[in-house]
């Protein structure tokens, strides 16, 4: 089993910064981030695979970064130059079983935090 737990939300202004960090009991293969906006599809944003491989949704490229502290189980998102189309509730997923397809957006993650509102407004 594995615990997921995220904070660093909250409500800044477009062009502001934010970092989200998901607390893990223990490190997968495979970690993500994920948001849903409200009436939206979830979607995959970033994900980073246990030996350094990251990879970035097309509309966050180049303003958002997926990193991790192997210490101390922390996966991060810093979120920069936020738009007011970032506004959602961003969720971290794990899938300790992933290798190949662990990408932004994998498929069928086998556990999820509870979610964390990022909000930005104009």
């Known amino acids: 089993q594995v615990q997921l737990v995220e904070s660093g939300g909250g409500s800044v202004q477009a062009g502001g910064s934010l970092r989200l960090s998901c607390a893990a009991s223990?490190?997968?293969?495979?970690m993500g981030w994920f948001r849903q906006a409200p009436g939206k599809e979830r979607e995959g944003v970033a994900a980073?695979?246990?030996?350094?491989?990251?990879s970035h949704a097309d509309s966050v490229k180049g303003r958002f970064t997926i990193s991790k502290d192997n210490a101390k189980n922390i996966l991060y998102l810093q979120m920069n130059s936020l738009k007011p189309e970032d506004t959602a509730m961003y969720y971290c997923?794990?899938?300790?079983?992933?290798?190949?397809?662990?990408?932004?957006?994998?498929?069928?993650?086998?556990?999820w935090g509870q979610g964390t509102q990022v909000t930005v407004s104009s």
């Open positions: 997923a794990a899938a300790p079983r992933l290798w190949v397809g662990c990408q932004y957006g994998f498929k069928f993650p086998d556990y």
């Open positions: 223990v490190y997968t293969n495979c």
């Open positions: 980073l695979r246990s030996d350094g491989i990251a």
